[in-house]
């Protein structure tokens, strides 16, 4: 049975409690390697996309380089990733795009963001709330998860109708400290197998 709003706002703030000072696990310096950086991460882990990046950013540095470099090139650098070849193909055009549509800047709207190569709806949420601070919701395996293990969703929830809950049930300002801290709970507590959310009454508990 489903939350009502009151109580998955309870859950959700209980979590981001758990974990305060949350922070984005990707390393990057500016909205060109955000971009980069969270387009790597699609079914691989942050941790082994901060492996790739270093030399991968000092190589290509902007999206002139990128665009300039052959898919091998850029594959090359990415070979530990999962689907390196896809990913080095979506960062080539990708970085073309920003070029001919941006001047070469990241654009901060969720239309152009979904315009580029690679782009989905998850990357752009992520593109506008940590590089550019507009409120949006991004959901993760993590979150998606969470929220149906703790029937904040249904279970049948697809990914559009977590986002769309979350901001339904959360004020703007917690949207991102939200994301951030399931994240967490999901790296630490809350595991595909074995979940350990019990451990944490407060999650079930209300007054």
């Known amino acids: 049975m489903v939350l009502s709003k009151k109580r998955a706002r309870r859950v959700i703030e209980e979590i981001i409690a758990l974990f305060p000072d949350a922070k984005p ?3 990057f310096t500016n909205h060109f390697e955000l971009l980069v950086a969270v387009m790597l991460s699609a079914q691989t ?3 082994a996309v901060n492996t790739v990046t270093p030399a991968l950013f000092k190589a290509y540095p902007t999206p002139q380089e990128m665009a300039t470099a052959s898919e091998s090139e850029i594959a090359s650098y990415i ?11 979506f960062l080539k055009k990708c970085a073309q795009q920003l ?3 941006f001047d070469g800047q990241v654009p901060h709207t969720r239309q152009e963001l979904e315009s580029l190569a690679g782009v989905g709806r998850k990357t752009a949420n ?3 709330s940590v590089g550019f601070g507009i ?3 991004a959901v993760d395996t993590h979150v998606e998860r969470i929220c149906k293990h703790h029937d904040i969703v249904k279970k049948s929830a697809t990914p559009l109708e977590v986002e769309q809950r979350v901001m339904e049930v959360l004020p703007k300002n917690e949207w991102l400290p939200a994301h951030q801290a399931m994240i967490c709970f999901g790296r630490e507590i809350c595991h595909p197998r074995n979940p350990k959310c019990d451990q944490y009454p407060q999650l079930y508990h209300f007054d």
Do not use: E, I, Q
């Open 45 to 47: 882990t942050d941790a």
């Open 25 to 27: 696990s990707l390393n």
């Open 99 to 101: 070029l001919d549509n």
């Open 126 to 128: 992520v593109v506008m």
């Open 135 to 137: 409120p949006a919701f």
């Open 79 to 89: 070979a530990r990733l999962g689907l390196y070849r896809n990913k080095a193909k």
